[in-house]
Nanobody, 129 residues
């Protein structure tokens, strides 16, 4: 298992920005990627973005993933020195309202596949119109 902690959520108006953080606090196996997922009230969990963390680049393939719903508005990045992955979200829309979760997992193709026991507790993002 891996221990993750998210922060940075909050309430903003449409068009605003938030930067979510996911810090790795510990764990015996930490995976080679981090993914951001979200779950709106009454809906299933969906992938938002992912980043390969197993090295400088993922040789032979992409190192970053964005869902079409957030492309152009969201940037995922990592700070290896602090074991932190960030999700910069701009031009937020009411439909971005959800609980956002960070997950550790295995990078498969162009996606971070979460591993069992690899989820953080989440941080709430609320966007008002």
């Amino acid at each position: 298992q891996v221990k993750l902690a998210e922060s940075g959520g909050g309430s903003v108006q449409a068009g605003g920005s938030l930067r979510l953080s996911c810090i790795t606090l510990g764990g015996t196996y930490r995976g080679n990627c981090r993914g951001w997922f979200r779950q709106a009230s009454g809906k299933g969990r969906e992938a938002v973005a992912g980043i390969y963390t197993g090295g400088p680049v993922n040789v032979g393939g992409p190192s970053i993933f964005y869902d079409d719903s957030v492309k152009g508005r969201v940037t995922i990045s990592q700070d290896s020195a602090t074991n932190t992955v960030y999700l910069q979200m701009n031009s937020l829309k009411p439909e971005d309202t959800a609980m956002y979760y960070c997950a550790a997992g295995s990078w498969i193709g162009d996606f971070c596949d979460p591993m069992s026991g690899g989820w953080g507790p989440g941080t709430q993002v609320t966007v008002s119109s």
